[in-house]
């Protein structure tokens, strides 16, 4: 992607609030603990959420894992809410330096590696946020995976459902 457009992309992002709506009908498929989770992401990450998941219904994918999943990929960011500086900084250092990224993200959300730390890490806290709430076991790898490299031939239900999940959160 060309800096360009990550940085369209990243005003796009930042400026969105959830349509009441949509955030209803969305959290209707949520339990109760889990919907609290969703409240508690930042407004841009529910909008974004929000987007992955019509994404999803708008191509008749209707896994109701999949779907929670689309709501709540990235609600390990509200454990540690990251700025608009952390989110820039992330967006240009990533295409430059993917490698040292991750390896910075793999320390403490402190200092000037907090953005990284939040950007790698963010899977794993989502996942463990989910779980104490009750998720699926499913629900807890979707989250869990949603980061990672995919795998070539996916042989799991997990692997068939991050590819739509992927792709669906790639498109926004």
């Known amino acids: 992607m060309s800096l360009a457009y990550r940085v369209q992309q990243f005003f796009r992002v930042m400026s ?19 919907a ?14 929000l987007r992955v998941f019509s994404v999803l219904q708008d191509h008749a994918m209707t896994d109701p894992d999949l779907l929670a999943a689309a709501l709540l990929h990235d609600v390990g960011k ?32 402190e200092g000037w ?16 946020l989910v779980a104490a709430h009750g998720a699926s076991p499913l629900l807890v790898e979707l989250i869990h995976r949603h980061q990672e490299t995919p795998t070539p031939k996916p042989q799991t239900t997990a692997d068939h459902l991050l590819v739509d999940l992927r792709w669906a959160d790639s498109e926004n």
Do not use: C, Y
Not at 23 to 34: G, M, N
């Open 113 to 128: 590696r907090r953005p990284f730390s939040i950007a790698v890490q963010h899977p794993r806290w989502g996942a463990e």
């Open 36 to 49: 609290e989770l969703f409240l508690q992401m930042s407004l841009p990450d529910q909008a974004h959420a």
């Open 78 to 109: 509200s454990i540690h809410q990251p700025s608009v500086l952390d989110r820039v900084i992330v967006v240009l250092t990533n295409p430059l330096f993917p490698r040292k990224v991750v390896q910075w993200g793999e320390s403490e959300p």
């Open 16 to 34: 969105a609030r959830p349509d009441a709506a949509e955030r209803e009908r969305a959290l209707e498929l949520l339990d109760s603990p889990l």
